[in-house]
């Protein structure tokens, strides 16, 4: 069975802590997408990647930043967390096609509190 | 820019009720249409597909037409069971790789 895994379900950090949010995809995917979702605003696009070593931002890339230093791995960093980024981080995969047929294939999220 | 709107929730029904979520949605090419659904506790996951006006999306019993002069594509499922319980999620790609999202619909369904 094709596999998003975020390393961590659930953290709580504090205010001013650096934090990083880990995805590992095991399909072999090209792009790879980090999403927040907030009750009443759906999910929104922080930064996605098309390729290792490439980034894109998003709607929402500020406070924070991303790396992708291998095909499956995209890490979602937040450099100094702040209350507001409280939220339900989803990981997402999918591969080279042609615009349109982009079908994504999204990890369990991590549901991380800032106190 | 791109944009989809769906209906509010939450949606409380009756097993073998008929279910219905409004989606529209702005694009400024011909837009790949999506329903995704989010079960408690887990990622969201592909319920259905359309990529050109006029095509039919279907799977588990839900259905939906991509119609492009009421720029929609509206999920409907004839009969519900306690296990479509979840959230819905209408979506679009166009001319690139992003998924633009709505809000959500929450769905629940009572024996």
């Known amino acids: 069975d094709v596999k998003v895994t975020q390393s961590s379900r659930y953290l709580v950090k504090r205010t001013g802590e650096k934090v990083f949010l880990e995805c590992v995809q095991d399909?072999?995917?090209?792009?790879m997408f980090w999403y927040r979702q907030d009750p009443g605003l759906g999910l929104r696009l922080i930064y996605f990647?098309?390729?290792?070593?490439?980034?894109e931002k998003g709607d929402i890339p500020e406070g924070y930043s991303v790396s992708r230093e291998k095909k499956e791995r995209f890490s979602l960093i937040l450099e100094s967390a702040s209350t507001n980024q409280t939220s339900m981080y989803l990981c997402?995969?999918?591969?080279?096609?042609?615009?349109?047929?982009?079908?994504?294939?999204f990890g369990a999220g991590s549901r991380l509190t800032v106190l | 820019g791109n944009s989809v709107t769906q209906m509010e929730g939450p949606v409380t029904l009756s097993e073998e009720a008929f279910l219905t979520i409004n989606c529209t949605y702005t694009?400024?090419?011909?837009?790949?249409l999506f329903w995704y659904v989010q079960y408690p506790g887990e990622g969201l996951q592909l319920l259905l597909k359309?990529?050109?006006?006029?095509d039919k999306g279907s799977n588990k019993g839900f259905e939906a037409t991509y119609r492009k002069e009421t720029t929609s594509f509206h999920l409907e499922k004839g009969s519900v069971q306690v296990s479509d319980s979840a959230v819905y999620f209408c979506?679009?790609?166009?001319?690139?790789?992003?998924?633009?999202f709505g809000a959500g619909t929450t769905v629940t369904v009572r024996a």
């Open positions: 979506a679009l790609s166009d001319r690139d790789y992003k998924l633009s």
């Open positions: 990647s098309y390729d290792v070593k490439m980034k």
């Open positions: 694009a400024t090419g011909y837009p790949s």
């Open positions: 399909m072999d995917h090209e792009n």
């Open positions: 997402a995969s999918s591969f080279w096609v042609p615009p349109g047929a982009n079908v994504l294939t």
């Open positions: 359309a990529t050109k006006a006029d």
